[in-house]
Structure formats: C-alpha cells, structure tokens
C-alpha cells in the first residue's frame, strides 16, 4: 500500500500552474502580413487574446509531469508491506545449555517449537538452532553452545542490548528469551522492553568456591578464597602451613591444589579429577612472595587527603593475603624504586618517567587538581548495605572529558558521570580520582566503606563485572560470579508500573510488523528521464522557430 510520509509537500502540485501559464502566454510569433491600414492589426491583436490556447502539448505534459514527480517525491512515498505472520522466536543463551534448570525447561521449548517458534541462539546475527545441535547439546554445552561461548566472550556482559537487537529484526514478533540470571551479563542501559518479549531468567550451575589469590606471610601460606551466591560475593582468608614442592593441598570446597617452584615462580595448580571438571580451565595461581608496597606522595595542600588515605588504606590491609608495606613521604619518589602503587596526591604534572614503571605494573592513583567545581551527586552504591557518599566538588569538565575518554569507568555518580577512572598500561595502570579524599570535596574520606572500595583495587574481585579481565587468569575466575539480576528488574512495557511518559517511550518503542520501502530513489530517476526528454522537445522547437524566422 502507497503512504507518504509528507503529505503536505503535496501542495507543491500547485507549480503546474507554471507551465500552463508558460504554454499559453509564450506563443510562436505570427507571419509578417502586409496590410494597408493599421486598423487591421488592433482587430488581430484583440483576436488573439480573446482565443488563447495551449501550444506544444507534449512540451506541457512533459514540464507538468517533471514538477509532479518531483512534488511527489517530496512527500516522501514509500511502500508499506505487511510482514508474513510468524508463531515467535525463542532465543536461547548458549550458557544456560546443559544446567539441570535448562533440562526441567526443554519440554515447554519443545512445545513452543511445535506450535511454530523458530529456535536462535541469543548471539550476534541470531541463528537458528539445528535439530542435530539441539539433540547434542540436550545433556551440556557441547560442540555449537560450546564454540558460541568462546566466540561471544565480549558481548555476554550486553544481553539487555542484544535483545533490543532481536526486538529490531523481529518486528511484531513474540520473543521468548533464556538466559542465565548471572548479574554480569547485564551491564549498560536497560531501556524499557516491549511487551511481545517474555525474559526467563535460569540459576547458573557453577562453584560456589574458588582460589582467588596465594601468598606467603612468615612461615605460612594464606589463601583469599572466593565465595559467590545470588545475593553476594564473599571472600575469606585461610592460613595452611607451607607445603613441600609436589604436595597436594586439599581445601573444603576446592579441587586439589598442587605447589610448584618452576623457574622460582610458586604456584599452586588445580589438579583435575575428570574431563568435565571446572578445573581444568583454570589456570595456575601465581603465590606472591613480596608484601604489597605503597607509597604516598603529598604535599601540604593535600595533606588531609593523605591522612585519610592512611587510615583506609591500614584498615583494607586486613582483607589482603600478603603484608602491607605502606609508607608516605613528602619527597617525590624514584620511579626507579618501582612500588605496587603510587599515590599521587599533588598539583603538581606526574613525571613522564613513572610511564615505564606502570609498564612495569606500578599502579598510579591522582586526584582532582585546582579548585574543582562545585556539584552534588550520590556515589552509585557497590553494595546494598553501603551508606550513601555525596560528591560535592569534582574536577572542571576538560579535566574530565580527557580522563573519562582514556579510561575505564570503575566507580560513578548517580548522573552517570565518573568518579575514578581506569587506564591499563603494560602491567600496570593510571587511576584518576575526579574529586578529592577531603571533606570539602566529598563524604569519600568519612565513608565506612572507602577500605572495602581501596580493597577491591589492591586485591581486585576477578569476579566484579565493573573490572574488565586483564589476563587468562582473570577471564576463568569471573565466571564463578553467581550473583543474579533481580527477576522484577526484567519485567516488560505491559506490566511495568511506569508512569505516563515511561509508558508512552515503550509503546513508540515497539515495531509495527510492516515493511517498508522507501520510493524516493525510483522517483527521482524518473525526474531525471523527463528533464531530458523535456529538453530534447524543447531544443526542437526551438530550432523550428529559427528557422522559421529565418
């Protein structure tokens, strides 16, 4: 069926009236006659007004139908095709294959499948599910799940995004999505989703255990391990006594572990039991050896900065596994000294020649510099019992623009603006505070949870999504992270209590189940093919006249 999207711009037909008007005012000139008074010529001249008449009638057909198609093509026609009725799709996320909620959920997909509903897989270009793939993957994530996990490592943290794609390439269509509630496939925005999308959400089947960091404190060994439910993620430290080379750790929860000393590097090596065991994809757990040094650099204006730093920097150290060497100067430091972490608190410009020791994996930490601007803003919350923080000066916007391009947002406010940035750099990395640990700059320093944010940064949680994996290391241990999305955080535009804007975003949001074919283009190559001919019926008038006045 023909729409126009402008229909208005047909008022542009009215330019037909030019070429009328042309053809009946610009007549060919008359034969010279000789007569022998003047009268006859008024006589003539008032003949000739009295019987105008349209001359050159294909020249005016073909100048009305140029303006026409052009006026036309104005108003923006297009061609609206029903799409073809379809039962839905049923997108399925290749982690959820295998886990003993997706086997009790095969017999409602099956249904589905009979009544019509086309079975994809919920990655980038959709695509369908064999029945040979569906077959072998009914007892766990083999041969295609298995191959479009390793595929979609990057993009599994946007699943909310994804769906919005299939929203777009399914118009109309009901959508019926299984994913794991895994909170670290949700990141970004979540825009309201229409109501033909139906989400389930299934428990990950994971460990609840892991080792997540070894080391060495006097004559023992201590390891941070690892513990992740729904509602949390937990880490506790345990002491051992230290093992022999070649001896078998065994810890409540933990395959076996096995202590090397290759090439001097300690490790403890998760032993395998059988091939389907978690730990066979993970790799070795380096022991470190050396207590985590780190130095503040301050001057006198940052001097309560410092102090504060101090304070929750000794109170984190009891969560970290290896001892903390902290020490704070007024001197700036050697970069050649090459700490675990520099505290850079201070107007003035960082040496360029720290650069090579972050490569190195020295982490830098700066704050704001200068005045700053005044704002208010609440610090987004990294756990539900933590008390809010207000940011009440933060660093100007060019400060921010630079640091914010560059970096990793780690921590923000509720307006979506950072708050400390991350720049990875060889082994190490820049953090940039864009406010300061001081009371007229922010509630940070008073914050009972400070020592549980620095900690997170000296002994990363592998398993937080708001820290992109550095290493192979990194990539194995954040799938243990079993926190889950809030089930009513998925519900849809038809059973969301919004209020009347939200509501009508949702339903502009929905695609109406037609195609639609822009006209425009055909148009105007038609345009194109009656301007020439137009000109070519002109020049032979033209040439008609010349020569009958010649």
Known sequence: MLTLLNPSALLALLGLLVPVAIHLWNRRPGREVAVGSLRWLAAGANRRLRNLKAEQLWLLLLRAALLAVLAVAVAGPVWRRALPASRGQVLLSPEVVGTPAFAALRPTIDSLRRRGFALRWLVAG????????????????????????ATEQAARSFRWARVWQAVGLFPGQPLRVITSAALRQFQGSHTPLPSNVKWQVLPAAAPEMWLQAAAFRAD??????????????????????????GALLRIAGLPALRYETAADNPRLQPISISPDSAAEALLPVPIRTQPLRIVIYSTAEYAADARYLQAALRAAAVGLPVPLALSATATPPNPATSPDWLF????????????????KGTHVW????????????????????????????????QQDSVATAAGFTLWADGLGRAVLTRRGLGQGAFYQLHTRLNSAWSELADSPALPARLLTLLQPELTNAAAPPATPLDQALASYDQRALDPAQLQTGSNLAVGRSSAKAVASATPPAFRLTDLRPWLVLVAGVLFCLERLLARRREARISSAIS
């Not at 569906?134 to 007892?139: F, L, P, Y």
């Not at 060994?221 to 230290?242: C, E, K, P």
């Not at 040496?351 to 490569?359: D, I």
């Open 126 to 149: 959709f695509p369908k599910v064999s029945g040979a793939a569906w077959r072998a993957n009914a007892v766990g994530p083999r041969d295609s799940a298995r191959l479009l996990l």
């Open 220 to 245: 023992s060994l201590r390891l941070l391990l690892g513990r992740s439910t729904a509602a949390q993620t937990a880490f506790r430290l345990v002491s051992v006594a230290q093992p022999r080379t």
């Open 344 to 359: 850079w608190l201070t107007d003035a410009p960082l040496p360029a020649e720290w650069r090579g020791a972050v490569t």
């Open 366 to 397: 700066q704050e704001a510099i200068g005045p700053g601007v005044a704002t208010k803003a609440t610090l987004t919350l990294d756990a539900a019992a933590e008390t809010s923080v207000t940011v009440l000066r933060r660093s100007p916007r």
